[in-house]
Nanobody
Framework: QPQLVESGGGLVQSGGSLRLSCAAS????????MGWFRQAPGKEREGVSC????????KYADSVKGRFTISRDNANNMVYLQMNSLKPEDTAVYYC???????????????????WGQGTQVTVSS
């Protein structure tokens, strides 16, 4: 079974930074667009960012544009989310996911992704 494992979450003060990592095993990320999602308590899972299979195209939710940066290292089967200027409203469980298509599509939607990690908690204190 293909597997994704997120790491790098934690507790940070408002204005701080975190870098999330997503490691893939039992499959090769090279052919997959990759996304980051988040889900806060009582809210639906929302798309945060996506990167195409080759890394040439990225998408971001309006709420994180200019603060978050998605990147990938296909040689090492890794995807990253650099989060700067964190706000309390960024508090959520963050998930990475793989889409069995090389492009991100018009929107970052959970239903378009096939493989999911277990999530990592990010908590931003005010």
């Amino acid at each position: 079974q293909p597997q994704l494992v997120e790491s790098g979450g934690g507790l940070v003060q408002s204005g701080g930074s975190l870098r999330l990592s997503c490691a893939a095993s039992r499959f090769t990320l090279h052919y997959y667009a990759m996304g980051w999602f988040r889900q806060a308590p009582g809210k639906e899972r929302e798309g945060v960012s996506c990167i195409s299979s080759g890394g040439s195209s990225t998408k971001y939710a309006d709420s994180v544009k200019g603060r978050f940066t998605i990147s990938r290292d296909n040689a090492n089967n890794m995807v990253y989310l650099q989060m700067n200027s964190l706000k309390p409203e960024d508090t959520a469980v963050y998930y990475c996911a793989a889409r069995s298509i090389s492009t991100c599509g018009s929107a970052v939607l959970p239903g378009a992704y096939d493989v999911w990690g277990q999530g990592t908690q990010v908590t931003v204190s005010s």
